[in-house]
Structure formats: C-alpha cells, structure tokens
C-alpha cells in the first residue's frame, strides 16, 4: 500500500513560516489534502486538493506538491496554530484514503 | 452549520460487539457519502469504512472487512458502524466524517469521535 512519510515534529518562532513535509512516492501525481488537529478535537480540513483552501481557513496556509514531496506551508506563524497536522492522499492500487503518520507543529 | 454528533463507544471484551451511531445535522444528509475514520495513539488516523449517499456501495478497510458494517438511515440523518469480533488492535477513537465524494475524496467535515476501547 501507498505509505506517506512525515517528520514527527518541527518548530517554529512565532511570526516565522513554518514548512510540514509529507513525503510519498510520486506524490506529485496525486491530489493531496491537509488536516489539522488540535489535542481533544477531532481533525479539520486546511488544504484539499493540494492547494484549495475551505472558507475561514486563513490564507497564511497554502500547499503545494513537487516530485515525492508535498508541503504545508504556514506563513507568519501564530501560537494558535500548534497542532497535529496530518496528510492525506488516495491509494490508487488499493482504492483506499491513506493518512501520514501526523506532525505535531511546535510554536516556540 | 455541519454538526456530526458520535455515540456509542465503550469499553467491550475481545471478540464482543458495539454499534457507533452518528447524528447528522445542517446539511442534507443524504445527498452526501459518509465515512469512519479511527485514530490510535501508536498508529495514528487510519480510514474504516465509506458509504455512497444512498447506501447502496460500501467500502472497507482490509483490518475490518468481515467484521464491522457500514450503513446509514436517511430519514433518521443517521449513519452507524456495527462492529463485531473486536479486537484489542481495534481500540481507537473512531470519528464520523462527509466526504465530497464516493471515490478519490477527502473528509470533509468531522465528528467529535467516541472512545471504543477493546479488553478483557
């Protein structure tokens, strides 16, 4: 099955950009969707389709896909924007959703 | 306003059964497939089961084919997830989720998720 890679955790200084990598191979080709999840919530959709944004979702957040690599990028980073973050993407070989394992985003 | 509101869960033996339900409201329920997703501490979110709009097409993850069963009542804006011969891998807080469609979708709108918690 399709295994998405991510780093278990990355820092950042408030008012920095903080870049969330999700690795996958050829992840360029597939649409990928970014959720985020803070302690005792359930997830929320930041990025669909690789780079759409729902509304309410603030424009400092965007993503993009390269080659194996997709990145969440937070610009201007905010204490508020702590959480887990998780990729997503669809598993053409077994028609299934596969999520990465999660990174959990530090403001410092 | 989407609410998806989750119930159900507990703690069962290994090899007993549980039925999760889903409350649906602020949108038109049966114009929308809907999904089970779980999360664990060790393995993090890992997607159950899909549902078509009309419950006529369901999907499932291989760790819970044979054992769990997806369906939905429209009239009631309810969805469920039977789950049988559980096991202790099964523990997990399990969520209910619309996706924007039955195939290559995403979720897009979450529950709160209840605790199933598998042991003896």
């Known amino acids: 099955s399709y295994v998405l890679t991510q780093p278990p955790s990355v820092s950042v200084a408030p008012g920095k950009t903080a870049r969330i990598t999700c690795g996958g191979n050829?992840?360029?080709?597939?649409?990928v969707h970014w959720y985020q999840q803070k302690p005792g919530q359930a997830p929320v959709v930041f990025i669909y389709y690789d780079s759409d944004r729902p509304s309410g979702i603030p424009e400092r957040f965007s993503g993009s896909t390269s080659g194996n690599t997709a990145t969440l990028t937070i610009s201007r980073v905010e204490a508020g924007d702590e959480a887990d973050y998780y990729c997503?993407?669809?598993?053409?070989?077994?028609?299934?959703?596969?999520f990465g394992g999660g990174t959990k985003l530090t403001v410092l | 306003e989407v609410q998806l509101l989750v119930s159900g869960g507990g703690l069962v033996q290994p090899g007993g059964s549980l039925r999760l339900s889903c409350a649906a409201s602020?949108?038109?329920?049966?114009?929308?497939?809907m999904s089970w997703v779980r999360q664990t501490p060790g393995k993090g979110l890992e997607w159950v089961s899909v549902i078509s709009n009309s419950g006529g097409r369901t999907f499932y993850g291989d760790s819970v084919k044979g054992r769990f069963t997806i369906s939905r009542d429209n009239s009631k804006n309810t969805l469920y997830l039977q789950m049988n011969s559980l096991r202790v891998e099964d523990t997990a807080v399990y969520y209910c989720?619309?996706?924007?469609?039955?195939?290559?979708?995403?979720?897009?709108?979450w529950g709160r998720g209840t605790l199933v918690t598998v042991s003896s």
């Open positions: 602020g949108f038109t329920f049966s114009t929308y497939a």
């Open positions: 050829n992840i360029g080709t597939k649409s």
């Open positions: 989720a619309t996706v924007n469609q039955l195939l290559m979708y995403y979720f897009e709108y």
């Open positions: 997503q993407v669809w598993d053409t070989t077994t028609a299934h959703p596969v």
